[in-house]
């Protein structure tokens, strides 16, 4: 049998690859529990106060504790995880609607597609500033996530549509064709023939979009107040105290959190499937 | 009682170029077995899926067992449609595609496996039901998507060239199919195709279309026999034409004189012809070959430059100075390539038509020689 | 039967509705055009017009139009440096994420058959951005910093005396991280092109007498192309308009990221604005050459 040589040096660059990616999470987990506020090396010792200490045990720059009594942290957490559910369940629908109308010719259609796929390509300084500015002309002072939800859908939909429209049956409107002249109307076709078929990739922009907005920043942070987001919550302390393992904390549980949500839904998009996404 | 199907001058354009139909019209008999022939492009696709109301059109009316359906929607058309790809639902097994309309028309569930059971027998595939499309041959597919569209038996079965992309041994049994299914259930039945021997096999009627207007329609030994125009003659069956001069016309009988010689043919219409350009035309295997030297009526001198084993017959083609070449069908002969021979056939053989198309202002030696 | 009385009665049904209902699927489009003309068009439009006005208003201020700002902008100096390091920035990056993307997405989409294993491995690649963005970032200053893990590891095993302190706050930072951070959004793209070839037309071309290297380049290369423009697309997109990296983490001395300017300008709104046209005028002019090299449309419809 002849070695495919190929693969097992472009294997193990791979592995490389996602091992570099990797570093930086592992060595987050890792410096999650020093036992001093630093967060460079060497690590003297492991402790878990990060996580669950009480406040103002150990401590540097003043008041600290783990993120376990931070209430702030804790309503940043809630605030993103909120925005990236309303998001997600937000777009999907709204990609659904997008992709299937774009799959038939029309005047302007070349137009409209380029403009949802917009979102994605304005920079974030030109969206978040122009949202401000468009909030303050229309009377809206109070910023929440609600202010920031549409900015997040504005940009999380073209790469869900992407993903959708990129992996449409070609014969997609033929089956539709068929299921109406065997009399199902245009509600049942959509449920019985066209959803079905997406299926995988509706899960999938669901999971985008959330994963995108969880993660957004540059957007947000012009239209947010108060505690907001994680990443502006973050960056917000960052700017004003200097980095300690709390954060690294924040972010193993995070990640603990999402991975095991991640390998989750693979093994269900995957088990029996011919595609993944 | 009113025909299955009825179209009045339906016009559809896409775009504002393309005219798919031109102000089509004509009828279909019930339980007729109706086929539409004619080139890729001409039209029959557009006119089947106006027909089954998943195409809007621009103008005319179409009307399916007597009532208008202008503004019935494709679902409540009680027709069925099978397109050139099948379509079978991928993410269904076979029972649920063939129970799909069934369950459409809320069927109860032990009625709905009674039919389906029914509609596999019938077309050959029982014991099918939990495979999967893609686990399914060509045939198989063809079959399944049969099977979906007989079921719950409805008036009136549209398919679009449900043959053109068999092989030739199955495309044999699939047609004496569905000649059976179609007896058998007596329903109305239209399909296309632009493989001629199809459309002459399978017809009750028979309908040439080319690029968007009718040709001709009749019975199919009617237009092989009689075509009205050279499009019609070409489409239908093989045929040798040759572009000619009327000298003389007497009642059905006229003389034509072409390249070749002077030949007597038979002339249908209803046209002054004395001194116009006409085609004259004989169908391959209505002519004779014999020894130079032997006189018959409507005969030249070629020499045979090919032959082509065709199993049934043997195609031969014999060539005269100036590269005009004659098609003869017949059975395998002592003759050898090289040598000359007479080449005839019978004055009732011979097709004399002096229009070219349907379609007007084509110039009928384009038409002839394909131009 | 009751099919025909019901046919008279569809016959009667009100235009407006007989219009929604034929062209249902065309109006289907609305909801999603309707947000993004809302929150993307209109805000771009209310930068540009605040642009035209000059001193520290922060709504458009139709009395006091003027090109003063602009002519601020393409005036100065140091808007051309600012222009030539960030896109010199830029298309490195570009670069150097789409050699290191590019074997990632060809190893997992033509050489693992298995999809489950290939879900796997995109699913993996995909879980670190689950966690957020400045986290991640903080990251860095524990690798990459004096006492960070690189030189940490090197010290220890004797290979450099001193810390090394180019690492963090230069330019190399800027682009480590950049790549980093964009790596996925350009295997992704790349992936999915690679997928939609049909390996038939390798084995024909392999047939031909092309060599499996010649293969690559002249097929399956080309046909992937879409998706590298898109990915290149992406790393442009948020290279050319990124702020935050270069002042956290480059030292923000760098005159990188045309927009740190921007953000200079916090309280002069309208030559933020001014400097975000010229922004957005770079970004499409990129965009809009990147694209000549391949169809990316046909990625999703003909």
């Known amino acids: 049998m002849k070695r495919d040589w190929v693969k097992i040096v472009l294997g193990i660059y791979t592995v490389f690859i996602i091992f570099i990616f990797y570093l930086p999470l592992i060595l987050v987990a890792i410096l999650s529990f020093k036992s001093d506020a630093s967060i460079t090396f060497p690590i003297l010792g492991f402790s878990l106060y990060w996580y669950i200490g ?144 997406i299926r995988t990739q509706v899960i999938s922009t669901f999971f985008f979009a959330f994963t995108l907005s969880l ?63 | 009682m009113p025909s299955a199907l009825s179209v009045k001058n339906l016009v559809k354009r896409y775009g504002r170029n393309v005219l798919a139909l031109n102000g089509v019209s004509f009828e279909v008999d019930k339980g007729d077995f109706f086929v539409i022939i004619g080139p890729s492009g001409c039209g029959k696709s557009t006119l089947l899926r106006c027909v089954a109301g998943i195409l809007d059109y621009d103008s005319g009316d179409i009307y399916i067992d007597g009532r208008n359906v202008k503004d019935v929607p494709a679902h409540k058309r009680n027709i069925s449609y099978m397109p050139e790809t099948y379509a079978l639902f991928p993410h269904m097994r076979v029972y649920d595609n063939v129970a799909f309309r069934l369950r459409m028309h809320n069927f109860d569930e032990s009625e709905i496996k009674k039919e389906v059971k029914r509609a596999l027998e019938l077309v050959g595939l029982a014991g099918f039901e939990e495979r999967w499309p893609s686990e399914l041959s060509g045939g198989q597919r063809q079959r399944v998507a049969l099977a979906r569209a007989v079921v719950a038996n409805p008036s009136l079965l549209l398919l679009d060239e449900p043959l053109s992309h068999v092989d030739y041994r199955l495309q044999r049994k699939l047609m004496e199919d569905f000649k059976n299914i179609h007896k058998n259930l007596g329903n109305t039945w239209i399909l296309t195709t632009h493989i001629q021997e199809q459309g002459l096999s399978l017809a009750d009627t028979l309908m040439v279309m080319n690029v968007g207007v009718i040709e001709q329609k009749g019975k199919p030994h009617e237009i092989y026999e009689s075509p009205r125009t050279v499009f019609a003659a070409r489409f239908v069956g093989d045929i040798n034409l040759y572009s000619g001069q009327v000298v003389e016309q007497k009642g059905e009988l006229c003389v034509v004189k072409t390249n070749l010689g002077e030949f007597k043919g038979i002339y249908k219409g209803t046209g002054e012809l004395v001194g116009r350009t006409v085609a004259y035309g004989v169908r391959p295997n209505h002519i004779l070959i014999s020894p130079v030297g032997e006189h018959r009526e409507n005969s030249f001198k070629a020499r045979l430059v090919s032959a082509y084993y065709f199993g049934e017959f043997i195609e031969y083609i014999f060539e005269v100075a100036g590269g005009v070449q004659v098609k003869v069908h017949a059975d395998p002969m002592p003759v050898k390539l090289g040598e000359e021979y007479a080449v005839s056939w019978d004055t009732v053989r011979g097709i004399i038509l002096d229009k070219p198309s349907v379609i007007e202002g084509l110039n009928i030696e384009d038409v002839i020689y394909g131009r | ?135 991640r970032s903080i990251s860095w200053l524990s690798i990459l910093g004096e006492k960070g893990l690189v030189n940490y590891t090197l010290m220890s095993l004797g290979l450099i005396k001193q810390p090394l302190s180019e690492l963090l706050f230069t330019r190399w930072t800027l682009l480590i991280i950049w790549v980093q951070t964009n790596l ?40 992937s192309l879409p998706g590298v423009v898109i990915g290149i697309i992406f790393v442009f997109i948020s290279t050319l308009g990124d702020y935050v990296t270069p002042a956290l983490w480059a030292g923000g001395l760098q005159m990188l990221g045309l927009t740190v300017q921007n953000y200079a300008w916090h309280f002069n709104w309208p030559m933020a604005a001014a400097y975000s046209v010229l922004l957005l005028a770079v970004t499409l002019g990129v965009i809009w050459i990147v694209l000549r090299f391949a169809n990316i449309k046909q990625v999703f419809y003909k």
């Open chain 3, 1 to 135: 039967m009751t099919e025909e009385r019901r046919s008279e009665a569809e016959i009667r049904e009100s235009p407006l509705i007989k219009f929604v209902r034929k062209n249902a699927r065309y109006l289907l489009i609305l909801p999603p055009l309707i947000v993004v003309i809302l929150f993307l068009v209109v805000p771009s439009l209310m930068i540009l017009l605040l642009s035209f006005n000059k001193g520290s208003v922060t709504r458009f201020d139709p009395t006091n139009i003027s090109l003063d700002n602009f002519i601020a902008v393409f005036s100065r100096p140091s808007t051309y440096i600012i222009l030539r390091d960030t896109l010199g920035m830029s298309v490195l990056a570009a670069l150097i994420t789409l050699l290191v993307a590019y074997p990632v997405a060809y190893f997992i989409s033509f050489k693992i058959q298995n999809f489950q294993l290939q879900g796997i491995i995109t699913f993996m690649l995909v879980a670190p951005y689950w966690v957020d963005w400045s986290i």
């Open chain 1, 215 to 277: 993660s957004e920043f540059l957007r947000s942070s012009f239209v947010i107040a108060g505690v907001g987001t994680i990443p502006t919550y973050v960056y917000n302390q960052m700017s004003v105290t200097a980095p300690t393992p709390k954060w690294f904390a924040l972010g193993t549980l995070s990640m603990a959190i999402s991975l095991t949500l991640l390998f989750v839904i693979a093994y269900i998009l995957t088990r029996g499937q011919r595609r993944i996404i």
């Open chain 1, 54 to 197: 009480p406040p103002g045990l150990v401590g540097t720059s003043g008041f600290t504790s783990g993120i376990f009594y931070d209430p702030q942290i804790g309503q940043a957490i809630i605030n993103s995880i909120t925005l990236g559910v309303i998001n997600a369940s937000i777009v999907v629908p709204l990609v659904i609607c997008a992709a299937l109308t774009l799959r038939y010719a029309f005047k302007g259609r070349d137009l409209i597609f380029y403009l949802l796929l917009a979102g994605f390509v304005m920079p974030a300084i030109i969206i978040g500033l122009g949202a401000n500015i468009f909030y303050k002309t229309i009377g809206i002072t109070e910023y929440s996530i609600w202010t920031v939800l549409p900015l997040h859908i504005v940009y999380t939909m073209p790469f869900g549509l992407i993903l959708t429209m990129a992996r449409f049956d070609p014969l997609m409107v033929e089956y539709e064709n068929v299921a109406r002249v065997l009399g199902a109307s245009g509600w049942k076709v959509f449920r019985k023939i066209t959803f079905p078929l």
């Open chain 3, 184 to 223: 996925l959004f350009m295997i992704f793209p790349i992936y999915l092109s690679l997928t939609l070839i049909d390996p038939d037309l390798i084995n024909v071309a392999r047939t031909l007498g092309a060599s499996p290297f010649k293969a690559f380049t002249k097929i399956t290369f080309r046909l």
